[in-house]
């Protein structure tokens, strides 16, 4: 399985690697193309719409 | 409204614009421009402001300081700073660094690995057109 290592910005500015798979990179693509760039925060409504769709 | 990028505002019509306009006015009520401006460190008092109205860029050493004063994601912020200087070099720090994920984007693959029992699942275009339009402002 192909993976990626990404790095997450901490309160203290220190950043943690943090391994994401290639289907885990086509997530995030899709979620920053839908989103416009905007870097869009997790709802109720949009998690829960998340969970219907990972459940099909 | 999207700007229009104009000879006198080449980066007019940038992510970067947008952002700036919208978190500028969800600060209004706590904190003007020119105290943002100042919290950055921008020693020419018109900086941010042809910064927002797209006349120049924003400078990517300026990018930590003005997440601060913005108390907006570093990591998305210098995206957003990245893709002014050219669309190529977003892909390009992806493909060396890995993409550096915001706070927002760290929360939606915890939630994603839950919500599929950590069973990696496949983006597909069927999940795709499920999901278009969640996630539009």
Do not use: C
Not at chain 1, 9 to 25: A, F, I, M, R
Not at chain 2, 31 to 50: C, R, S
């Amino acid at each position: 399985m192909n993976s990626s290592i990404s790095r997450i910005p901490q309160q203290s500015g220190q950043t943690h690697l943090v391994k994401l798979t290639s289907n885990e990179v086509a997530w995030l693509d899709f979620l920053r193309r839908a989103s416009d760039h905007t870097d869009p925060v997790v709802t109720l409504r949009r998690v829960q719409f998340l969970q219907r769709v990972l459940k099909r | 409204m999207p700007k229009k990028a104009s000879p006198g505002r080449p980066y007019a019509n940038t992510q970067l614009v947008r952002f700036l306009e919208r978190r500028a006015l969800e600060l209004r009520p706590v904190k003007t421009q020119a105290a943002i401006a100042h919290e950055a460190g921008f020693t020419a008092t018109n900086m941010l402001a042809m910064i927002k109205s797209g006349s120049t860029r924003l400078p990517l050493d300026r990018v930590p300081a003005l997440a601060r004063a913005l108390d907006a994601d570093p990591a998305y912020l210098f995206r957003l700073a990245l893709a002014q200087q050219s669309e190529a070099l977003v892909g390009i720090v992806d493909e060396i660094f890995g993409p550096a994920l915001t706070q927002n984007e760290k929360a939606w693959i915890a939630g994603i690995r839950r919500a599929s029992a950590n069973s990696d699942p496949t983006f597909t275009s069927k999940a795709e057109r499920a999901l278009n339009g969640v996630f539009a402002r």
